[in-house]
């Protein structure tokens, strides 16, 4: 199995998640099931029948979650270079055709989340920005063409 390269903060991020699952999800899904047997008949029991379905989600969720914590290893984001592109950083870059900026923060695949501006180190952007500095240009190369980022700043909180 490969490891699963997080940040303190999505390894967090996943654990809370794990345990509000653990602690709120599945028993309220056990409390249902409850509930729905003593209406009867499970066969034709459609309350029972959703409550079942609910936690086998729940279930899969929380070994999908506890898996990945297993794989999981938090980088030590101080044995990495503050000045370049790495798992960690936030990421200006400006748009060389455009002028308009934009910033990243540079997330494992189970951290990314597009609307929060983290985007994961396999995707094209963040493969093209990995280990340059400020002042280097990254190309990018999508299904629509390629675009062209100058980076004009990298930080870690």
């Known amino acids: 199995m490969d490891r699963v390269y997080l940040t303190k903060e999505g390894y967090e991020k996943i654990r809370s998640e794990l345990e509000r699952l653990q602690r709120k999800e599945r028993p309220a899904v056990i409390q249902a099931l409850s509930r729905a047997r003593e ?3 499970l066969s034709e029991n459609a309350e029972y029948h959703a409550a079942k379905e609910r936690q086998m989600h729940v279930e899969n969720k929380i070994m999908e979650l506890q898996e990945k914590l297993t794989r999981s290893e938090i980088i030590d984001e101080s044995k990495i270079p503050k000045d370049k592109a790495y798992l960690g950083a936030k990421v200006t870059l400006k748009d060389k055709k455009t002028g308009g900026e934009i910033q990243y923060t540079l997330v494992s695949t189970e951290e990314a ?16 920005l990995l280990g340059k500095g400020v002042g280097e240009i990254a190309e990018v190369k999508v299904p629509a063409g390629t675009f062209t980022y100058e980076i004009i700043a990298i930080s870690r909180d």
Do not use: A, M, Y
């Open 39 to 41: 209406f009867g008949d």
């Open 113 to 128: 989340d597009f609307d929060q501006n983290k985007i994961s180190t396999q995707s094209p952007v963040g493969r093209s």
